[in-house]
Structures are given as structure tokens and as C-alpha cells.
Nanobody, 120 residues
Framework: QVQLVESGGGYVQAAGSLYLTCEAS????????MGWYRQAAGNERELVAV???????EYADSVKGRFTISRGDAQNTVYLQMNSLQPEDTGVYYC??????????????WGQGTQVTVSS
């Protein structure tokens, strides 16, 4: 069983910063990609950033230049440094991981979410 736990959300003023952390635990054979998604009230969940095992990174256009995604040395942790936050960044941020529990059992799991609120 694989679990994802996020932390680091909070309430900040516009132009402030937050640092999100997500750690995967449990029986893991490999993690091929980890990423962050967010969902604002009344909107659909959208991709924020993803980092793949080969090092390729993708960002949503709305966060380019402001957010930075990275993975820990152990490869079971993903971080999101969020700078120059805007009210439009408000939402629940979810961690996602894609990989294998064993050499044949895939997983696509989500964390419980962490609230990010940016005030004007």
C-alpha cells in the first residue's frame, strides 16, 4: 500500500511564498513521476507542475517563473516552492504520484490535499 501526505499549505498575502512538501511511503518499487495539481472552488482540478523520473519538468503557463518543483534525493518526496503568490493561486493543492508497487502493479495515487489561500 502506498500513501501520499502533503504539508505546507497556509494563508498568505499576495506576493508571499509557501513551500509544499509531499512524501510517498509504503511498498514502492519505483516512482516514475510526481506532480502537483490544484482545484479552486467551482473549478476543475488542473495541473500545476510535474517532474518525471528522467528529470523533465512541466509547468502550467500560469505558474511559470513563480513556482519551482523538485524531488528529494530519495525520490519519494516532491516539493513545490511557490513565490509571488496571487489570489488566483488559491485552492486545494494535491500531490500525485505515478509508479509501480511491484514490477507489475502500477499505482496512480493522490494525497489528501493541502489548502492554499492567498489574500489581496
Amino acid at each position: 500500500q502506498v500513501q501520499l501526505v502533503e504539508s505546507g499549505g497556509g494563508y498568505v498575502q499576495a506576493a508571499g511564498s509557501l513551500y509544499l512538501t509531499c512524501e510517498a511511503s509504503g511498498s514502492i518499487f519505483s516512482i516514475n513521476a510526481m506532480g502537483w495539481y490544484r482545484q479552486a472552488a467551482g473549478n476543475e482540478r488542473e495541473l500545476v507542475a510535474v517532474i518525471k523520473s528522467g528529470g523533465r519538468i512541466e509547468y502550467a503557463d500560469s505558474v511559470k517563473g513563480r513556482f519551482t518543483i523538485s524531488r528529494g534525493d530519495a525520490q519519494n518526496t516532491v516539493y513545490l516552492q511557490m513565490n509571488s503568490l496571487q489570489p488566483e493561486d488559491t485552492g486545494v493543492y494535491y500531490c500525485n504520484a505515478l509508479g509501480y508497487q511491484t514490477s507489475y502493479e502500477v499505482f496512480d495515487l493522490w494525497g489528501q490535499g493541502t489548502q492554499v489561500t492567498v489574500s489581496s
